[in-house]
């Protein structure tokens, strides 16, 4: 390092700093014992290491431990080429020349192996002109401080952390319960910064709900878990959990505020709210239904049961308290009677019970001894819990009881209607065998009255008796057969006589029988017959009868200068389709019941026209189903009745 030159300024300085200022005239430049030079010369040497360099950074003076310090200071070989003897630093010469002001620096050493934390002061020295003349300077070991500004700075960090990751804010206020810290959480309870709530009061924040404890300047008294309501930045009530305790200073024992905890228990409350409200829904709801509910925890003892089920098992009622078992209720309830089922074999009855309690299926019904009924409807849950729910089915078995009876009057009555259906079907077969021989003598006799076999009759007027007689007979015996027709189909006894019939043909011999008839009432006669038409397999006699009941009854509800028009054809299904309709009176929507039934008749002046039993349509249609055809009725009041009668198509003989 540079040696300041004799006669410098740094010289003078140098040379007081050593020798103290001059001395008195012939006292030369040694110090006098107890001089106050020599006092600050020995104060210098116990201070800070200290030192005084020139302006280039040459070492002008520095004290004893300025030179302990640099000796003990390890460095490496360029860091002792470029400070020289010294420690100082050439940052620090170069910025107090530049900045002509003090300045502080820091930095780390290595001391006997071990770091140490150094921090200087530097300062520039004027001389009397105000010149710069040189530069002071005073080292302090801060290790220690540095230390503990390290430990405070590492405990800073982990409150820090601990109060970010912890999920209540932590919070600090003074005297005046104004805010001097709170933690970052906050901002995910409030939405506001910490630093927005600083020097704001708690009070103003929120207010404390009920009459728990909560800070106090006059009590001063710690408090945990009292509710802060609170308004958040974006307008929703928000309810905090608060707990703090007091702050006293460590020296003087003044209050000096609060510091706690709080938590954000708004959705645990709401949770709670809903959870409460739904466990009450659902009381009510199993309280109000109108089935008896009870839950068996999955050791079998009642967790719950509404009044519907004690009110069904009134004997046991006052066992029914939670944690009672399955099995105990039962048997009380057998024992006392409760069970109709269970009388005379309790033990039986209650191991049954449980077997089907333990692993339940379908359900079953049960019957009380008061006569009552309940269906039995146990499930089993995940958690192995038990639902059980009774029904009271009294009702359903009473209707069922008396279902049961009036299907078994009704099925007695079927049998008796059988038996009477039976005994007509035979009287009328009977009857009519019996009114056949004598009609058959009439009619035979008439015809040969009629007919003057034997010789004339004489009277004229004889003769029209006589014809009256045999047209009276032939009426009588074509009403007996179709009677007996009918009780034949009723009893399902008619049979087929299967062959080939001549549809066309059988239309046209039908027609000529009628043809009389419908010329005495001038009705005329229409024919539309499909050409080709296939032949039919069918009874010949009974499809006749089909065409003849038909046109006779159109024939006869058809007023003068009306027509009966008769169709044959084969539709696009291949059913073979006869229809004759009419221009006549027409049958009533209400009235096509009445004519469907066997003797049903509707009540008619034109009706009457001519007399009936009411049994052409009801034998049709038995005729055209044993055919397993089809007949389909149509009608209106004044406009005339059409009937078609529909063969299957399997029924219909292709040509060759």
Same mark, same amino acid.
């Given at each position: 390092?540079?040696?300041?030159?004799?006669?410098?300024?740094?010289?003078?300085?140098?040379?007081?700093?050593?020798?103290?200022?001059?001395?008195?005239?012939?006292?030369?430049?040694? +110090?006098?014992?107890?001089?106050?030079? /020599?006092?600050?010369?020995?104060?210098?040497?116990?201070?800070?290491?200290?030192?005084?360099?020139?302006? *280039?950074?040459?070492?002008?003076? *520095?004290?004893?431990?300025? #030179?302990?310090?640099?000796?003990?200071?390890?460095? $490496?070989?360029?860091?002792?080429?470029?400070?020289?003897?010294?420690?100082?630093?050439?940052?620090?010469?170069?910025?107090?020349?530049?900045?002509?002001?003090?300045?502080?620096?820091?930095?780390?050493?290595?001391?006997?192996?071990?770091?140490?934390?150094?921090?200087?002061?530097?300062?520039?020295?004027?001389?009397?002109?105000?010149?710069?003349?040189?530069?002071?300077?005073?080292? !302090?070991?801060? $290790?220690?401080?540095?230390?503990?500004?390290?430990?405070?700075?590492?405990?800073?960090?982990?409150?820090?952390?601990?109060?970010?990751?912890?999920?209540?804010?932590?919070?600090?206020?003074?005297?005046?319960?104004?805010?001097?810290?709170?933690?970052?959480?906050?901002?995910?309870?409030?939405?506001?910064?910490?630093?927005?709530?600083?020097?704001?009061?708690?009070?103003?924040?929120?207010?404390?709900?009920?009459?728990?404890?909560?800070?106090?300047?006059?009590? #001063?008294?710690?408090?945990?878990?009292?509710?802060?309501?609170?308004?958040?930045?974006?307008?929703? #009530?928000?309810?905090? #959990?608060?707990?703090?305790?007091?702050?006293?200073?460590?020296?003087?024992?003044?209050?000096?505020?609060?510091?706690?905890?709080?938590?954000? +228990?708004?959705?645990?409350?709401?949770?709670?709210?809903?959870?409460?409200?739904?466990?009450?829904?659902?009381?009510?709801?199993?309280?109000?239904?109108?089935?008896?509910?009870?839950?068996?925890?999955?050791?079998?003892?009642?967790?719950?049961?509404?009044?519907?089920?004690?009110?069904?098992?009134?004997?046991?009622?006052?066992?029914?308290?939670?944690?009672?078992?399955?099995?105990?209720?039962?048997?009380?309830?057998?024992?006392?009677?409760?069970?109709?089922?269970?009388?005379?074999?309790?033990?039986?009855?209650?191991?049954?019970?449980?077997?089907?309690?333990?692993?339940?299926?379908?359900?079953?019904?049960?019957?009380?001894?008061?006569?009552?009924?309940?269906?039995?409807?146990?499930?089993?849950?995940?958690?192995?819990?038990?639902?059980?729910?009774?029904?009271?089915?009294?009702?359903?078995?009473?209707?069922?009881?008396?279902?049961?009876?009036?299907?078994?009057?009704?099925?007695?009555?079927?049998?008796?209607?059988?038996?009477?259906?039976?005994?007509?079907?035979?009287?009328?077969?009977?009857?009519?065998?019996?009114?056949?021989?004598?009609?058959?003598?009439?009619?035979?006799?008439?015809?040969?009255?009629?007919?003057?076999?034997?010789?004339? +009759?004489?009277?004229?007027?004889?003769?029209?008796?006589?014809?009256?007689?045999?047209?009276?007979?032939?009426?009588?015996?074509?009403?007996?057969?179709?009677?007996?027709?009918?009780?034949?189909?009723?009893?399902?006894?008619?049979?087929?006589?299967?062959?080939?019939?001549?549809?066309?043909?059988?239309?046209?011999?039908?027609?000529?029988?009628?043809?009389?008839?419908?010329?005495?009432?001038?009705?005329?006669?229409?024919?539309?017959?499909?050409?080709?038409?296939?032949?039919?397999?069918?009874?010949?006699?009974?499809?006749?009868?089909?065409?003849?009941?038909?046109?006779?009854?159109?024939?006869? !509800?058809?007023?003068?200068?009306?027509?009966?028009?008769?169709?044959?054809?084969?539709?696009?299904?291949?059913?073979?389709?006869? /229809?004759?309709?009419?221009? /006549?009176?027409?049958?009533?929507?209400?009235?096509?019941?009445?004519?469907?039934?066997?003797?049903?008749?509707?009540?008619?002046?034109?009706?009457?026209?001519?007399?009936?039993?009411?049994?052409?349509?009801?034998?049709?249609?038995?005729?055209?189903?044993?055919?397993?055809?089809?007949?389909?009725?149509?009608?209106?009041?004044?406009? /005339?009745?059409?009937?078609?009668?529909?063969?299957?198509?399997?029924?219909?003989?292709?040509?060759?």
């Amino acid at each position: 390092m540079r040696k300041a030159g004799p006669g410098t300024a740094g010289d003078r300085v140098v040379q007081e700093l050593r020798t103290g200022p001059p001395a008195s005239a012939g006292g030369g430049n040694r +110090i006098e014992t107890g001089s106050p030079a /020599g006092f600050e010369h020995a104060l210098l040497n116990q201070s800070a290491p200290t030192y005084l360099a020139g302006l *280039a950074g040459e070492l002008l003076y *520095a004290n004893d431990a300025y #030179r302990e310090l640099a000796d003990a200071i390890e460095r $490496t070989g360029d860091d002792r080429e470029a400070r020289g003897d010294g420690i100082i630093s050439a940052r620090a010469i170069d910025r107090v020349v530049g900045e002509r002001d003090v300045i502080e620096l820091d930095e780390t050493v290595e001391i006997a192996g071990k770091a140490r934390h150094l921090r200087s002061r530097h300062f520039p020295i004027f001389d009397d002109d105000g010149a710069l003349a040189a530069i002071g300077g005073i080292y !302090f070991d801060v $290790t220690r401080e540095h230390l503990i500004a390290e430990r405070a700075e590492q405990i800073r960090d982990r409150f820090d952390d601990i109060t970010r990751l912890v999920s209540d804010w932590v919070w600090e206020v003074d005297a005046a319960f104004n805010f001097t810290y709170v933690s970052a959480r906050v901002m995910e309870v409030f939405g506001l910064h910490p630093r927005l709530l600083l020097g704001t009061n708690l009070f103003d924040l929120g207010a404390f709900a009920g009459e728990g404890a909560c800070p106090d300047r006059a009590t #001063r008294t710690p408090f945990r878990d009292a509710m802060f309501h609170v308004t958040a930045s974006d307008g929703g #009530r928000r309810l905090c #959990r608060m707990s703090g305790m007091p702050i006293f200073d460590a020296d003087t024992g003044a209050f000096r505020g609060y510091r706690g905890t709080g938590s954000d +228990i708004t959705a645990q409350i709401e949770a709670e709210e809903r959870a409460t409200s739904a466990q009450t829904r659902l009381a009510h709801a199993i309280e109000s239904s109108s089935e008896a509910f009870a839950l068996f925890d999955r050791h079998d003892r009642l967790v719950i049961c509404n009044g519907r089920f004690r009110e069904y098992h009134p004997k046991i009622a006052d066992l029914m308290e939670p944690g009672v078992p399955f099995e105990i209720l039962i048997r009380a309830g057998a024992e006392r009677g409760e069970f109709a089922d269970a009388e005379g074999r309790v033990e039986d009855w209650v191991a049954a019970e449980l077997r089907r309690h333990k692993e339940p299926g379908a359900p079953y019904e049960l019957r009380l001894e008061d006569g009552r009924w309940l269906k039995v409807s146990d499930r089993r849950t995940d958690d192995g819990s038990t639902v059980c729910l009774r029904t009271d089915i009294t009702a359903l078995k009473e209707r069922e009881e008396a279902l049961r009876r009036a299907e078994e009057t009704s099925r007695e009555a079927r049998e008796a209607a059988e038996v009477a259906n039976r005994a007509k079907s035979e009287f009328l077969a009977n009857i009519s065998h019996e009114l056949r021989t004598p009609l058959n003598a009439i009619i035979g006799f008439s015809e040969i009255i009629r007919d003057e076999m034997f010789g004339p +009759i004489g009277s004229e007027q004889y003769k029209d008796y006589i014809k009256d007689i045999h047209d009276s007979g032939e009426h009588l015996y074509s009403l007996i057969n179709d009677v007996l027709d009918v009780s034949k189909a009723e009893a399902g006894k008619l049979d087929l006589a299967e062959g080939e019939v001549d549809v066309a043909d059988t239309i046209a011999r039908c027609l000529r029988l009628v043809k009389e008839r419908a010329e005495r009432g001038g009705v005329t006669l229409v024919v539309e017959i499909a050409d080709h038409l296939p032949r039919l397999r069918a009874d010949e006699r009974k499809v006749k009868q089909i065409l003849i009941n038909l046109l006779s009854n159109a024939v006869k !509800f058809t007023p003068e200068d009306g027509s009966v028009t008769t169709t044959a054809r084969i539709e696009r299904d291949g059913r073979l389709a006869i /229809g004759v309709a009419d221009t /006549g009176i027409g049958i009533a929507q209400k009235d096509m019941a009445a004519v469907m039934a066997p003797f049903g008749q509707v009540d008619s002046t034109l009706a009457r026209r001519y007399e009936g039993t009411g049994l052409g349509l009801p034998l049709t249609k038995s005729l055209v189903d044993l055919h397993d055809g089809e007949l389909d009725l149509s009608s209106e009041v004044g406009h /005339g009745t059409t009937v078609t009668v529909r063969f299957p198509a399997a029924r219909v003989i292709a040509e060759d």
